[in-house]
């Protein structure tokens, strides 16, 4: 098979630089970036704004020790000198110049004398600290500038406001809150922005990760991680990582060697052994004790070399031997030649063997395999169904891929049983009455493992529905034709 297999691996790596930065705000790596940077941007902005609210209560504080005690001292020139000398007083500072603002009005808050031209609008209620916008002549032109100031009351129902001019720091103040929502956007975009970088390098790392072990996914054993010069964690990473695959590749190869030992240490003699029995049968009257002893020694060999034959397949298919044998092919004459094949077995069982109308359905696949797994699942389907049942065979077409499906009337499998029934040796039949040997679920599952597909066991009502899901073909593999019949016949045998 190759790399760019559907694989779930395959599915996250089959992107170029066009889809990669899209791809880039999907992973964790970014995800902690984007945490980070939001939480420091957040600290960034608290520390900010603490720094200016105690700042400003610092210098609110100091202003307002300053007004306090030129209230009392003014007060004091009031009850002693009265309203003449009160006036008197103010006027005399009012002329000194500097950041000073006095103001003695009436009753109606109308000027008698200060600094100030009139009374604030914005000052109302005596007693409080507040802050307002006055105007002040400079140089032959009015300008409007900041102050904070306190009214008291004096005796007689006379006002004195007594303030100091702030809009030195009042432009720092706003300055600071202007700036202070375009810091903390600098610090995001620029955070994001490296921390993007740092990701996307960090994901260009892990890619070459991925891509290697999606390619030993696809069959190739012999694919390493990269190792960069820098030594750092992911070339620690990669070094660890090569070397279990190197362990894997020799355990790998220590099967293969031991199956085909097998292979030629086992079946050849059991072939021969059943051979000798076979002739030895010939020389042997029908009827007679040894011949019937002689005819179950050949049936009991006959399902040991089908054990046998089925637990090397199965750890072919595992093995992912049968990978480099991948071709497009149609699973219409699959379907075709395997309800052919079964079809007397079906009439002999009084079961209907039925194939569902369908059209081309291309997968890429090995066609020997497939058409096993799915000779077991008929084979089980027509074995289970009672007589006057059906069996339907369909291969179709959906949006995710196609689908080969295997659904009969018969007694069906517990919804609980349907995960353990795949594994070998596995039936559900305790007193194991029933001819067979428990694999043939398990080889179907194999199969689907080696194409990336599902095997999916439904329930039918009545009976099991037996569904292989596949993958839909790489674009690659789709430009090579689909092998015909009399092809994948000569294949499968």
């Given at each position: 098979?190759?790399p760019?297999?559907?694989?779930?691996?395959?599915?996250?790596?089959?992107s170029?630089?066009?889809?990669?930065?899209?791809?880039?705000?999907?992973?964790q790596?970014?995800?902690?970036?984007?945490?980070?940077?939001a939480?420091f941007?957040?600290?960034?902005?608290?520390?900010?704004a603490?720094?200016?609210?105690?700042?400003?209560?610092?210098l609110?504080?100091?202003?307002?020790?300053?007004?306090?005690?030129?209230?009392a001292e003014?007060?004091?020139q009031?009850?002693q000198l009265g309203?003449?000398?009160?006036?008197d007083?103010?006027?005399?500072r009012?002329?000194h110049?500097?950041p000073?603002?006095y103001l003695?009005?009436n009753?109606?808050?109308?000027?008698?004398?200060?600094?100030l031209?009139?009374?604030?609008r914005?000052l109302?209620?005596?007693?409080?600290?507040?802050?307002?916008?006055?105007?002040r002549?400079?140089e032959?032109?009015?300008?409007?500038?900041?102050?904070?100031?306190?009214?008291?009351?004096?005796?007689?129902?006379?006002?004195?406001?007594i303030?100091q001019?702030?809009?030195?720091?009042?432009?720092?103040?706003?300055?600071?809150?202007?700036?202070?929502?375009?810091?903390?956007?600098?610090?995001?975009?620029?955070?994001?922005?490296?921390?993007?970088?740092?990701?996307?390098?960090?994901?260009?790392r892990l890619?070459?990760?991925?891509?290697?072990?999606?390619?030993i996914?696809?069959?190739?054993?012999?694919?390493?991680?990269?190792?960069?010069?820098?030594h750092?964690?992911f070339?620690?990473?990669?070094?660890?990582?090569n070397?279990?695959?190197?362990?894997?590749?020799r355990?790998?190869?220590?099967?293969?060697?031991?199956?085909?030992s097998?292979a030629?240490?086992?079946?050849?003699p059991?072939?021969r052994?059943?051979?000798?029995?076979?002739?030895?049968?010939?020389?042997?009257g029908?009827?007679?004790e040894?011949?019937?002893e002689?005819e179950?020694?050949?049936?009991?060999?006959?399902?040991?070399?089908?054990t046998?034959n089925?637990?090397?397949?199965?750890?072919?298919?595992?093995?992912?031997?049968?990978?480099?044998?991948?071709?497009?092919?149609?699973?219409?004459p699959?379907v075709?030649?395997?309800?052919e094949?079964?079809?007397?077995?079906?009439?002999?069982?009084?079961?209907t063997?039925?194939l569902?109308p369908?059209?081309?359905?291309v997968?890429e696949?090995?066609?020997?395999?497939?058409?096993?797994?799915l000779?077991?699942?008929?084979?089980?389907?027509?074995?289970y169904t009672?007589?006057g049942?059906r069996?339907t065979?369909?291969a179709?077409?959906?949006?995710?891929g196609?689908?080969?499906?295997?659904?009969d009337?018969?007694?069906?499998?517990?919804?609980?049983e349907r995960?353990?029934?795949?594994?070998r040796?596995?039936?559900?039949?305790?007193?194991?009455?029933?001819?067979?040997?428990?694999?043939g679920?398990?080889?179907?599952?194999?199969?689907?493992?080696l194409?990336?597909?599902?095997?999916v066991l439904e329930?039918?009502?009545?009976?099991?529905?037996?569904?292989?899901?596949?993958?839909?073909?790489?674009?690659?593999?789709?430009s090579a034709?689909?092998?015909?019949?009399?092809?994948?016949?000569a294949a499968?045998?």
């Open positions: 098979m190759p760019e297999s559907e694989t779930p691996a395959a599915k996250w790596l089959r170029d630089d066009a889809t990669f930065r899209p791809r880039v705000f999907r992973t790596a970014y995800r902690i970036v984007f945490v980070y940077v939480v941007a957040v600290s960034v902005a608290a520390l900010l603490f720094t200016y609210w105690n700042t400003k209560r610092a609110d504080s100091q202003t307002d020790q300053v007004i306090e005690g030129e209230i003014l007060n004091a009031y009850l309203l003449r000398g009160l006036a007083l103010i006027a005399t009012s002329s110049g500097g000073g603002l003695l009005a009753s109606f808050q109308q000027r008698i004398v200060g600094n031209d009139s009374w604030p914005t109302e209620h005596p007693g409080n600290f507040v802050e307002f916008d006055y105007k002549r400079t032959n032109q009015i300008e409007t500038r900041r102050a904070r100031g306190r009214v008291f009351p004096l005796a007689g129902g006379f006002y004195l406001l303030a001019d702030v809009h030195e720091r009042y432009l720092t103040e706003r300055l600071f809150t202007t700036t202070l929502p375009w810091t903390v956007g600098l610090v995001l975009v620029l955070g994001l922005a490296g921390g993007g970088l740092m990701a996307r390098n960090m994901l260009r890619d070459q990760i991925n891509r290697t072990s999606a390619e996914i696809g069959g190739d054993l012999t694919r390493r991680v990269p190792i960069g010069p820098s750092d964690e070339d620690a990473l990669a070094e660890n990582l070397t279990m695959l190197d362990r894997i590749e355990l790998m190869k220590g099967v293969r060697e031991v199956a085909d097998v030629h240490d086992l079946r050849t059991l072939n052994l059943r051979n000798r029995l076979e002739t030895t049968l010939r020389h042997i029908p009827g007679s040894q011949a019937g002689i179950a020694a050949v049936a009991e060999t006959d399902q040991l070399i089908t046998f089925a637990l090397l397949l199965i750890a072919e298919a595992d093995a992912g031997v049968a990978r480099g044998k991948m071709s497009m092919i149609d699973l219409a699959v075709e030649d395997v309800a094949l079964y079809e007397p077995l079906a009439e002999e069982k009084g079961v063997l039925k569902s369908a059209g081309s359905t997968i696949g090995n066609r020997s395999l497939i058409s096993q797994a000779a077991n699942l008929v084979d089980n389907a027509i074995k009672p007589q049942g069996v065979v369909t179709l077409e959906t949006p995710d196609a689908e080969l499906r295997v659904a009337s018969g007694q069906g499998i517990p919804e609980a995960a353990r029934v795949v594994e040796f596995v039936r559900l039949d305790a007193s194991r009455s029933a001819p067979g040997t428990g694999l679920l398990s080889l179907v599952a194999a199969v689907a493992r194409h990336d597909a599902r095997l329930d039918n009502k009545p009976g099991l529905r037996a569904v292989m899901r596949f993958p839909r073909p790489s674009p690659r593999a789709k034709p689909p092998r015909g019949r009399n092809e994948s016949a499968a045998s």
